[in-house]
């Protein structure tokens, strides 16, 4: 294959949990950011390499940014810490054709809130309880590969209401163990842009690791890519421009 | 309030169960048709009257479907004993505008199969296990009232993946003790009416006396009925209708 | 009917136009927000207000703000004048339950823009073409009462792409004289909250005058308002609320 | 490339204008069916063949049907005369996992209607006016390559309402010369199958000749395609099978 014909990945991750929690640093010896360009990277398709919160503007200065066909994002901690302009600049790349795959607490980060225009909020609970995700659309491509269900054994219960748009496709449903059910797969249109939300991935639990985990995020990210060539525009393209009139309607 | 504004409510029923088990009949005397019959008559802006499988014309002759604005329908054992042509009146009803709301298992029931254009099959398991619907979305009227969910103690289970149409709207996900879920309040449109799935309602146990669920199917009724007037337009009116030039655009 | 039933409307509008354009004043004496107050209250089920952005607190106060059940919103010259902090109240007093209404140019106001999470930018032209709103949710509350389609003599062009959301419901599709489409009756939910745009409202034609435009809004209103009562609901009541767990599942 | 690993498409057409009516002749030496198929083989990872009313079983025996990974439809004047039986099997196949392209007046086709569950009437007019299809969903991969729209020269107007149920993505738009507006692309999901409608494609214009139809029909060919593999499941699957508790919440 082509190497130019790769989807670029940056995958981004606030890397605090790793550095403070040893036993998050067991888990993801490479980070949660590494694992996960790890695994996309044995797919001869994707090119993924990893940015984080503390490097220069945040890991996202414009020559990665402009790289970047699919950007994915874990964060916990440290929403507020992320810049307001490279929130921004990832909201408007989103806009003009990035593809977005947010992870677990990012419901909360900063550019995923704006692309929703709610407040993204659910109820939750840290009991390491059992989830079982559902398939309600087996043939959308996230779907590719999976059962009927798969389960992650332990995870913190993000459960409903949660606060967002409707999504364009609502790709699972978790059972939880404790009474709460949760759309933990869904996926929306914003401008040129996809995105895609994905539940799993509480830091002190190895669900990266997990195979089906792996499938959904690499099913993901291809589905999330733009279109070859000429697919990113900007976003203020007809902003202020009046048109002409269509000939074929005035003679 | 005038009578004529009142909605006029059908409750469709087969009635078998309550003639051949006596658990059924202790539960619902005056029939599940009755006993939803009553609370609603019990608005005062709704009129509602029962009908029955083994009536003539199944309970559903021209004179009573013609002054119905919104349909209730419950079957389980009977679905093949539904009149073909009294199937396809319903259906074509719903097309020119009037409600229909379809309970429990009769998910495979024929003018409910008709309009959504799939198998409309379910996981299923009857061991009396406890429901609790999650509202998932707050700010539509037939969830007006509620809490953040209700529960049902015990019921058959039905769970994912139900193959059905996406729902328009989706208004409840249940959470089932043995480990499903269940997308079980659902809206669809189909020409001019409106479609309510709702599952609750195995026959055994005694659901359509619960506060909540007669306040789901209360609002049900109201979001399903057709706007006053001239609503119910016949669905051939522009097949095989050319029609003409609009003059504006032809000088 | 009991006046404390009836729905509290806050027409917003500029007032800008209506100040500095005399064909604009002579159009609308009483301000464009002064004839929708007007034909509303004519309803005897709401009550509107007016409301303009040289007021105090760009006629907004919380006094104003938590007593309207739905807002309208019609702004064009001045959308950056309008305060931030006014703003954001908007946003999160529409996400805790109260009906947005958002007319014409307003597509780039700043509660809208901050609901949607888009550009919510479109095409246009201004040449007084001829609009015809073709109704395509026959069945929807706001289509109540309206023919197929209707029509906007003279009007600014606004035209696809618009970088919206996909609509959770498309009511109006408009044709346009001079060739293009646009999606011109949209409806959303955030939160609690529904939001519908409406197109039609250049300041230089008399479009708030027309009947079957007065016709929308009314339905509008009625379709965007809150449920009674406990609707309002803070958005940050689950933020951070560990819930205890279920006790049917812990035994 | 593996030809195993090319998609299997059958373009199927009733194929009787083409004899009756030598414009038509003229305009497809090879029929609609062989036109589409052309173009299709051009591409690497499509393999097409054509499909006719008149043949043995409809053309669709089970070893073409099952060798069938994506079906485009065109008919017309003969929709009666597809046989009952093999209208069922597309229905079915297409819950199955079988993609589904429907085109211009296969809106009326016994299985399109049996998937969407409504009438699918139009309305209609034969003037051969000029028709521009604007791309409201620029994100979505059948809308990929296109600019902002396109044009169909000559074409027969449909024009809402279009009596189908809300589909789960809109790409296309219509602007007709003639005053109306039509939802002209359209996608659903139904059962495990995907659905694409295409409204150009009058007989008595070129228009499957034209570079920009061609690109969208390659385009939802891919889209419409069923993951490989294991995605073809009987959709009586889980039909009447009560399935086991799940142990993890009985103990």
């Not at 130019?4 to 993801?28: G, I």
């Not at 919160?53 to 699919?70: F, M």
């Amino acid at each position: 294959m082509n190497l130019n014909q790769q989807l670029r990945v940056t995958v981004w991750n606030e890397n605090r949990h790793e550095k403070q929690n040893p036993a998050v640093a067991s888990l993801y010896p490479l980070g949660i950011h590494g694992t996960i360009a790890n695994f996309l990277n044995a797919q001869s398709d994707l090119c993924a390499r990893a940015a984080t919160l503390d490097e220069a503007e945040n890991g996202l200065p414009n020559s990665v940014l402009n790289a970047t066909d699919v950007l994915m994002w874990w964060g916990h901690l440290a929403h507020q810490e992320v810049n307001d302009e490279i929130a921004e600049k990832v909201y408007r790349r989103v806009l003009e054709g990035m593809g977005l795959v947010v992870l677990h607490s990012a419901n909360s980060a900063k550019p995923f809130r704006k692309l929703m225009g709610t407040s993204c909020t659910a109820r939750w609970r840290e009991m390491g309880e059992k989830h079982r995700l559902w398939v309600v659309a087996p043939a959308h491509p996230i779907a590719d590969g999976l059962g009927d269900y798969f389960e992650i054994p332990h995870e913190e219960m993000y459960g409903e209401y949660f606060d967002i748009p409707t999504p364009d496709s609502l790709i699972f449903i978790s059972w939880v163990q404790g009474g709460e059910v949760f759309r933990s797969g869904c996926c929306w249109h914003r401008g040129r842009g996809k995105i895609f939300y994905f539940q799993p991935g509480h830091e002190t639990y190895p669900i990266y690791h997990q195979e089906d985990v792996q499938r959904v995020l690499t099913n993901a990210v291809r589905w999330a890519a733009p279109p070859p060539p000429n697919t990113f525009r900007p976003m203020t393209e007809f902003l202020h421009t009046p048109l002409p009139l269509d000939p074929v309607t005035t003679g």
